[in-house]
């Protein structure tokens, strides 16, 4: 062999080399996109913002469909896996749904009720109060001048139930409230926070009887930890403040 043959031999087993290089990167390239293209797999963006701890409806949400190796494992992927479910912290318009930014509802437990009142949003929510939260629910009673005995009843304060666990809070409603005056027909309109509770009969009693006959009731949040009020404290009169 040649010197003339030697170099085209040479030549051509570079050629190969180069051919396989290229094959190789070929390859590796489209063995990078099927990886990237792959099975995909359905998720869930939002299409608008979710203010915390509010309640997570399927109209809220779009169907997207995206690789399966980039799917979060904490994504939902299904709806009916939010029946139940609340916000825990604002959700962003745009972002994939994670089972990480939802809990589930504050429960009833056994022997309690669900019952729902009207709460002036002015006196008595103020944007603080969500549910999972502890309140004192408090009402205020118009005194009697013609009481029993001839003596005047004063109007007080007092804490109807202690502990009120919150398990729901609405939308912001005006309602009308009716009130008696010398001609029985004043009637305000105001904007109340319809707020649900979990309680026993008796305090659902009490909050429905606060509710159709106080002048007002109102809610006070409970920190965590904090010791239940007594009930030598539980009422409250201007005559009785020393």
């Known amino acids: 062999m040649n010197s003339r043959q030697r170099r085209g031999v040479l030549l051509i087993a570079i050629s190969a080399l180069c051919a396989l290089g290229v094959f190789a990167g070929v390859l590796a390239v489209i063995r990078n996109v099927e990886s990237k293209v792959g099975p995909e797999t359905t998720a869930y963006e939002l299409t608008s913002d979710i203010p915390a701890y509010e309640s997570l409806d399927r109209d809220r949400f779009k169907k997207v469909s995206m690789p399966e190796r980039w799917l979060p494992d904490t994504a939902v992927t299904d709806l009916d896996d939010l029946r139940g479910k609340i916000a825990v912290n604002p959700l962003r318009k745009g972002s994939l749904l ?20 009207m709460i002036d949003s002015s006196t008595g929510v103020a944007g603080k109060i969500n549910p999972g939260n502890k309140v004192n629910i408090y009402a205020t009673f118009e005194g009697d001048r013609a009481g029993a005995g001839g003596k005047d009843q004063p109007s007080q304060s007092k804490v109807i139930v202690n502990d009120a666990q919150v398990i729901d809070v609405g939308e912001l409603t005006p309602f009308k409230e009716g009130g008696d005056d010398d001609a029985r027909t004043r009637e ?19 909050v429905a009887y606060a509710e159709s006959f106080a002048e007002h009731v109102r809610l006070a949040l409970v920190a965590p930890g904090s010791e239940p009020i007594p009930d030598d404290e539980r009422t409250y009169t201007l005559a009785g403040n020393k």
């Open 98 to 117: 994670q089972s990480d930014m939802v809990a589930d509802r504050p429960a009833l437990k056994p022997g309690q009720q669900e019952i729902a009142i």
């Open 188 to 206: 305000r309109e105001r904007e109340g926070v319809p707020i649900t509770f979990a309680l026993s009969t008796s305090d659902a009693q009490r």
